[in-house]
């Protein structure tokens, strides 16, 4: 049995719903990519003996030298934040012009890449529990992440269920009569 929407949560259409989540997570995307790049530069300049005291409050050069200092794997983090959330701008932006051209192919990537994504979460979810120290935090950001991007997938997957493909669109614009019905959801 397929799961699939009739609208979105709000009471507002699939394909308004899909702008709505395409709009949310492409602005979270840039800003994680600008904090990312920020704390990056500021990780740089720290880690070269060369800050801008006038730039930076000395509490955050010094939690930023520390976490340099006791974190060995910090930069590495800071670094696969930019690139994860650069290629999210990419995937919401590749979502925004599959709703505009409605383009079932382009909300097929988004959907098989946040299914990646999502996946990944779980990952993290279960690999939360045996962290040391454990951190319910973290935890609670990852399962409430989880239940968002699956309500995100389900709304994107139904929004292209009601999308014709492109053999009866085809045939639409030919003016052709056809026998081929498009799947509208009860």
Same mark, same amino acid.
């Given at each position: 049995?397929?799961?699939?929407?009739? &609208? #979105?949560?709000?009471?507002?259409? $699939?394909r308004? @719903?899909?702008?709505?989540?395409?709009?949310? %997570? /492409?602005?979270?995307? +840039?800003?994680?990519?600008?904090?990312?790049?920020?704390?990056?530069?500021?990780?740089?300049?720290?880690?070269?003996?060369?800050?801008k005291?006038?730039?930076?409050?000395?509490?955050?050069?010094?939690?930023?030298?520390?976490?340099?200092?006791?974190?060995?794997?910090?930069k590495?983090?800071?670094?696969?934040?930019?690139?994860?959330?650069?290629? &999210? #701008?990419?995937?919401?932006?590749? $979502?925004?012009? @599959?709703?505009?051209?409605?383009?079932?192919s %382009? /909300?097929?990537?988004? +959907?098989?890449?946040?299914?990646?994504?999502?996946?990944?979460?779980?990952?993290?979810?279960?690999?939360?529990?045996?962290?040391?120290?454990?951190?319910?935090?973290y935890?609670?950001?990852?399962?409430?992440?989880?239940?968002?991007?699956?309500?995100f997938?389900?709304?994107?997957?139904?929004?292209?269920?009601?999308?014709?493909?492109?053999?009866?669109?085809?045939?639409?614009?030919?003016?052709?009569?056809?026998?081929?019905?498009?799947?509208?959801?009860?």
């Amino acid at each position: 049995m397929t799961l699939l929407l009739n &609208q #979105c949560c709000c009471g507002c259409s $699939l394909r308004t @719903g899909t702008v709505i989540i395409a709009v949310f %997570l /492409l602005t979270v995307a +840039l800003m994680t990519t600008v904090y990312a790049s920020v704390v990056l530069g500021t990780y740089a300049e720290v880690a070269n003996d060369d800050p801008k005291p006038y730039e930076y409050p000395m509490d955050y050069l010094d939690r930023l030298h520390q976490r340099m200092t006791y974190e060995p794997g910090f930069k590495l983090v800071l670094i696969s934040t930019l690139v994860g959330s650069s290629i &999210q #701008c990419v995937l919401n932006s590749l $979502l925004l012009l @599959g709703v505009s051209k409605e383009r079932r192919s %382009l /909300l097929l990537t988004w +959907l098989v890449s946040y299914t990646i994504l999502l996946g990944l979460c779980i990952l993290g979810f279960v690999i939360g529990f045996f962290r040391v120290p454990f951190s319910p935090v973290y935890q609670i950001a990852v399962f409430v992440n989880i239940v968002l991007y699956t309500y995100f997938l389900l709304v994107v997957r139904s929004y292209r269920f009601t999308l014709p493909d492109g053999q009866h669109a085809a045939m639409l614009i030919g003016g052709e009569e056809t026998n081929i019905k498009p799947v509208f959801l009860q």
